[in-house]
């Protein structure tokens, strides 16, 4: 689908203009870990009891919205402060929220900053083309159905490092009237030395058997999936650790029943046949 120019231009917009100069960059001197900055108060509070995502929503619906835009607070990796060295080697990049509020739609996606602009803009224009997609298909749904359609996104940084800069992007879509929501995730996996999104393949590659194997292999996913394990199709989105090894994942009423939700299924390091977990 062709993006609006406009969309693109709202979100480029949205960008909080910061120098390209590395030594403006928030970074650490420790080897280890990944820091997350302290919330910025001008966001949205959503914990206010009186902010509404939706219009239109009932206030259950608007707080079961805002309890999953809560998540984005609580639990998600937001912001990386990358190490100075590692990140003048291209090993990591800077990371930080861009928001996006209108009616019906709270977005929240990542932004990146590299002491590369060429990597700095392949990853941030793969990203914010996803989101416009994401945008530009509610808004159609919108301007023709009766019933709107709420979504909630927000994303959770999985690795930077050694690299690799792994993004998980959840999508929450619940409309009008509807008891439940449905949760959507999108996975996107960079090289930072070079920008260029990785593919499952890149890694190693899997099939649906290996995948199978995989889930058989580990009985909390047997679980968390309630039953017997049935992949109709090869699922597409997975995010990668630290180590290279890959998390393949599971679409709630796609891959799984509505209960269970969305499931993360780990594979391994999927070039490190002879240790993987995708075998009997």
Known sequence: MKLKQSV??????ALPVVSFAASEIPVTKDTATVQAAPADTNKVNRNDLTYRISSTATPEQNRA???VATKVDRNAVEVVAPNADRYMDRKE???SPVESTTDHLDLVFPTVKSVSPTVEKAINMTIKKY???VQNDV???NAKEADKTNVVMYYDVKT???GIFSVLIHTYKMRDRDANGVNYVKGFTFNTTTGRQLSLYDLGGLNKKELVNAIENNQ???NQLGGEVNIDKMPTEFYTTDDYSVVMVLQQD???IHSAGTVYVPVGNLRDRQNDVTKK
């Open 8 to 13: 693109l231009i709202m979100m480029a917009a």
């Open 65 to 67: 919205l805002r309890s």
């Open 93 to 95: 990049v800077a990371v």
């Open 131 to 133: 989101v416009a997609k």
């Open 139 to 141: 808004e159609k749904l």
């Open 160 to 162: 930077d490092k050694n």
């Open 220 to 222: 909390d996913v047997k």
């Open 254 to 256: 796609v891959d799984t």
